[in-house]
């Protein structure tokens, strides 16, 4: 049938433990269906993302997962190659490409909710450079606060990478983080051992 059973999948980086999970999981679901997954790291670099999908396409894989290192929603270049492709964490657009997108503002709103019932009062809210996403993620945030009766807590924005995330939290607690009080009369409790 010309089908070479395997599928690329093009990640912006790889070393980010989001992206590796994903791509553990594709490889995963493909596996058990007979497939192979070729992954490629982009370093957020649209140039090299390029090039690895014209390689992939080149080889002929049956499918390519696309999560893109722009934010820019035309996939329109996408159209010009042969294979089947499904972009995920993009608006559709007007090409004709598949594209699955996380609700953003749904997990920022459940996540805040989640920390608020152990007792955590003072949330502070980290986004990324992808204005979109942010803004979702912040209106979900917002959104838990408010019904909570709870102040908007401190933002940051800073590249979705370990060291942005690491300055965001040098940021928001200092060099040495505090916690609250539920966290305080966790840490401070003696186990008994009978």
Not at 129 to 155: F, H, I, M, N, Y
Request: with cysteine.
């Amino acid at each position: 049938m010309g089908r070479t059973k395997t599928l690329g999948l093009v990640l912006p980086d790889a070393s980010n433990p989001f992206f590796a999970e994903l791509a553990r999981a594709v490889e995963n679901a493909a596996f058990v269906r007979g497939y192979a997954v070729m992954v490629c790291s982009s370093a957020d670099d649209a140039t090299r993302e390029h090039t690895y999908i014209q390689s992939l396409a080149d080889r002929r894989v049956d499918g390519l997962i696309l999560i893109s290192a722009s934010s820019s929603q035309d996939l329109s270049d996408l159209t010009g190659i042969s294979i089947p492709v499904v972009a995920l964490d993009r608006t559709p657009d007007e090409s004709p490409i598949s594209t699955i997108r996380s609700n953003n503002e749904d997990g920022a709103y459940l996540g805040t909710s989640h920390l608020i019932p152990h007792g955590h009062r003072r949330i502070a809210f980290v986004g990324g450079p992808d204005a979109g996403v942010t803004d979702a993620r912040r209106q979900g945030w917002r959104k838990a606060l408010a019904l909570a009766g709870l102040p908007s807590g401190p933002e940051q924005a800073v590249p979705f990478t370990y060291q942005g995330g690491n300055a965001a939290a040098l940021s928001i607690f200092g060099a040495r983080p505090r916690r609250t009080r539920a966290q305080q009369l966790r840490w401070c409790r003696p186990t008994s051992r009978h």
